[in-house]
């Protein structure tokens, strides 16, 4: 794919521009995108209606392409990727897929518009030994966005609690499969599924904290603050920073040692990082400590976009979880009876 200077071109005095999606640890700038991979995607924005040309050329490393099948395709910007319902054109000329070196697709009249472009080349294999069989497309969708994970996340919390009521529902409402049969009663038996139960955790705790604005473009620049509390005065407490791809550290330490750490007065570290592709950043920080022969840490992370909305999830569903077991426990008597139908 050819494109000059800032990637932003004319075309019979119309104007499109083309980017790259970015890559992890990359700008994405054309220079340091997968340009070479099969089965890339770029953003095509038009922002001047008129027809278009796009065309794409190969060439391997002895500067030739006689080994290449080139294809384009195009779909809208918020297209379900391989629906064809959502494409606007392809280029795929030859279904036999045999050697191209350069296709082009022609968009008549495009309007101003936001476009998702799949460019596909299909390497020939060893044409003696194969046939000429050719090398199948790898299957990789478009990345991910942090506010699809954050729906992905809220709809499967939403799913959990339907399931929890229709489940329920059909056990208020179902009879015995067994009714009319005898019935043993084998003693008394604690509702032991009623009892929550929790880890077994050290005096640390450890969280993250924001400070001042999130991250939401490539070189934001933000500062999260790592907090350590303990239940009982620990010596030498270690801490470290985990950082994510596409995170990079502007100022402070990943690594480092509290001296001690009282009940009550929590200890501080703060790091000052750039997020690289504005993307949903999953930092996570851990804190741990040896006392009498034992080891023992805490750990937590934080997301970049989305912690509000999960954080908010989750106190949603403690909610209903706490609301439904303080419900089964008022309608059930203090014991119960295993009955073995037979």
Request: with cysteine; proline share 4%.
């Amino acid at each position: 794919m050819s494109t000059s200077g800032s990637c932003t071109n004319s075309f019979g005095g119309y104007q499109y521009s083309l980017t790259p999606f970015s890559d992890a640890g990359d700008n994405g700038s054309f220079s340091t995108s997968h340009l070479l991979l099969n089965n890339d995607f770029y953003h095509l924005k038009i922002t001047g209606a008129g027809t278009y040309t796009l065309a794409l050329t190969y060439a391997d490393a002895n500067g030739t392409g006689t080994e290449a099948d080139l294809d384009l395709y195009l779909y809208n910007s918020d297209a379900s990727f391989g629906s064809s319902s959502d494409m606007v054109g392809n280029s795929r000329l030859d279904p036999d897929g045999n050697p191209a070196t350069a296709q082009s697709e022609s968009f008549n009249q495009s309007p101003r518009a936001r476009r998702l472009l799949d460019q596909r080349e299909c390497l020939h294999r060893q044409r003696r030994r194969h046939a000429g069989l050719l090398q199948p497309y790898p299957q990789r969708s478009p990345p991910m966005s942090g506010r699809f994970n954050a729906m992905m996340f809220i709809s499967l919390v939403a799913i959990a609690l339907a399931a929890n009521r229709a489940e329920e529902n059909e056990s208020a409402t179902r009879a015995p499969a067994s009714l009319g049969k005898k019935e043993a009663i084998l003693g008394d038996v604690e509702r032991s599924f009623l009892r929550h139960t929790h880890k077994l955790r050290g005096p640390l705790s450890a969280s993250i904290e924001l400070l001042g604005a999130r991250p939401q473009a490539p070189g934001d620049v933000f500062v999260v603050r790592g907090v350590i509390e303990s239940a009982e005065t620990v010596d030498s407490v270690n801490y470290k920073w985990a950082l994510p791809e596409g995170v990079e550290i502007v100022n402070g330490q990943a690594t480092g040692t509290v001296a001690r750490v009282r009940s009550g007065e929590p200890a501080y570290t703060e790091l000052t990082l750039k997020s690289l592709n504005g993307e949903n950043h999953k930092i996570h920080f851990v804190a741990g400590a040896s006392a009498g022969g034992a080891r023992f840490a805490d750990s937590t992370q934080y997301n970049t976009l989305t912690q509000e909305l999960l954080e908010a999830s989750r106190k949603e569903l403690r909610k209903v979880t706490k609301e439904q077991l303080k419900s089964q426990e008022n309608s059930a008597p203090h014991h119960s009876h295993l009955k073995v139908f037979h």
